[in-house]
């Protein structure tokens, strides 16, 4: 399985860095080089590319808008964005890019890329959608969130604990970590109410799987203890409550 | 009699304690505010400085990881270059410095954006003598910057950049021109008004702090032209 690539970045130097490295990795041929985002468009529709390594701060267009006019044609290529700072992270996954790479180049998180792109060219057809944080779609199977610097693919049934609102932000307690995202609550409430979530609280949203113990509390409400977050406390409150003792036969 | 001679006593000493009072009050002020404007012409150049500007820092080290492969001793040139930069923008709050080692921060700068635009971009000083002159830090450099930045860089042929300085009578005169995008003239009024939504900083800043090291008839002068350039001037008087 060879990937067929092309570098768009508007400095040589960055380009040819990231051929060196992606030439060693193997899997990959570097079909092309673009200074600039209309060439590669150009290049994009008529050979067949599977996927473009897009820097964001260009001439003429940026990577951003390109990645929004690749999605609008046939059979797109996968997009991997690349950039010095990561202030545009949120945009480049609503764009639909698969992945988002930090400058300087190294070779380990290049061969994550790579193997993450094979597997996925592999096994299923990738629409553009499947890593998307902000589809309206169908909720993905698994969801990327940045922790740190790094990209972590996320099996919100298997590993999100629970959700939690806090200063407009949503912070995800998951078994790799506590990661943030501005996305509300009612957002994912959205997008995982039947995949065995439940909000429960105004500030809250919990993976049923996780709950350990459901203890009665005051007004009539209950208190959900959920293994390694004992500290938080969890309540039920009384607009969820309905659909809590509905769901649970209380 | 004596009742009275104390009442006018007392009448002349109040006029006396509230004109004191009004003087003292005065030159506290006058202090008060000249503290004021150094302290807010340093806070301003800790904020220029506190910009580490975390684009060009890594772009930069991206640019350096490039030559370490292909010519190791370009990139150790330009490891120290970096060096400069950076200890140029975070040091030397002393009022001034001399022109040419704002030069030189100038030139470490230059020299790391040209090895990553290679001959997209060309730099160019033409320079009087200047061995005397001395200037605030960090007064030249954003213009530098911004040439690079906001009007070179987005130009996908690139351009050239003249960064001049010329002595007249009774004053130097910094010159930084630009063949780049040029600035629409919707943004050329508000450009040197500060705004702290503003991403970039840099023309505002320095515009600002010539005011106020020099007084209210010099500041950054901008001429502009879309497609066709940019020329950002000031003067330093001879002190």
């Known amino acids: 399985m060879t990937l067929k690539t092309l570098i768009v970045d508007d400095e040589f130097p960055a380009r040819q860095e990231l051929r060196c490295i992606l030439e060693d990795i193997g899997n990959v041929e570097v079909i092309g080089e673009c200074n600039n985002g209309l060439d590669a468009l150009n290049i994009i529709r008529k050979d067949k590319i599977d996927v473009v390594f897009l820097d964001i701060e260009m001439p003429l267009i940026s990577g951003l808008s390109l990645a929004k006019q690749l999605s609008e044609i046939d059979n797109p290529p996968k997009i991997v964005f690349t950039t010095g700072f990561s202030e545009f992270a949120l945009d480049a996954f609503e764009l639909g890019g698969i992945d988002y790479i930090l400058k300087p180049y190294t070779q380990e998180r290049l061969e994550i890329t790579i193997s993450r792109l094979i597997k996925k060219s592999g096994v299923v057809k990738t629409t553009r959608d499947t890593f998307s ?7 993905p199977a698994k969801i990327a969130l940045w922790s740190n610097d790094r990209l972590l693919l996320i099996d919100p049934e298997k590993e999100i604990i629970f959700l939690k609102a806090e200063n407009r932000k949503t912070k995800v307690f998951t078994q790799k970590g506590t990661m943030e995202i501005a996305l509300p609550l009612k957002e994912w409430e959205k997008r995982f109410k039947n995949r065995g979530f439940m909000r429960v609280h105004k500030s809250y949203i919990v993976n049923i799987a996780f709950i350990k113990e459901v203890v009665p509390w005051f007004n009539d409400t209950y208190l959900l203890k959920i293994n390694e ?22 | 009699m004596g009742k009275r001679e104390q009442n006018l006593n007392s009448d002349y000493e109040i006029e006396l304690a509230t004109g004191l009072g009004n003087l003292i009050s005065a030159q506290i002020e006058s202090g ?18 506190s910009q580490i500007n975390p684009h ?3 772009n930069a080290l991206n640019t350096i990881s490039y030559y370490c492969r292909q010519d190791p001793k370009m990139a150790k040139k330009l490891i120290i270059y970096l060096a400069n930069y950076y200890r140029h923008n975070l040091s030397n709050l002393k009022s001034l410095i001399p022109l040419s080692q ?8 230059v020299n790391i954006e040209v090895a990553r635009f290679g001959n997209r971009l060309k730099v160019t000083y033409i320079l009087d003598d200047v061995r005397d ?3 605030p830090p960090l007064i030249m450099q954003p213009l530098v910057e911004n040439a690079v930045k906001h009007g070179i860089q987005p130009k996908l042929e690139g351009g050239n950049v003249i960064i001049k300085v010329k002595k007249h009578d009774d ?8 063949d780049g995008v040029g600035i629409p003239e919707k943004w050329l009024k508000t450009l040197l008004i500060p705004d702290p939504n503003r991403k970039s900083i840099g023309l505002s800043n320095v515009h600002k702090r010539l005011l106020t090291i020099y007084g209210p008839d010099s500041g950054l002068s901008i001429v502009s032209k879309e497609n066709f350039g940019t020329t950002v001037s000031f003067k330093i008087p001879v002190s």
């Open chain 2, 102 to 109: 704002e030069l030189q921060h100038i030139d470490a700068y």
């Open chain 2, 171 to 178: 004053y130097y005169e910094v010159v930084i021109t630009d």
């Open chain 1, 133 to 139: 944080v902000n589809s309206n779609k169908s909720a």
């Open chain 1, 229 to 250: 977050y004992l500290d938080e406390e969890i309540v039920v409150s009384r607009h969820y409550l309905p659909g809590f003792k509905k769901a649970f036969q209380l």
């Open chain 2, 56 to 58: 060009f820092l890594f």
């Open chain 2, 133 to 135: 002159v001395k200037v």
């Open chain 2, 32 to 49: 008060r505010i000249k503290e004021q404007t150094k302290l807010l012409a340093n806070a301003e150049l800790k904020a220029l400085q």
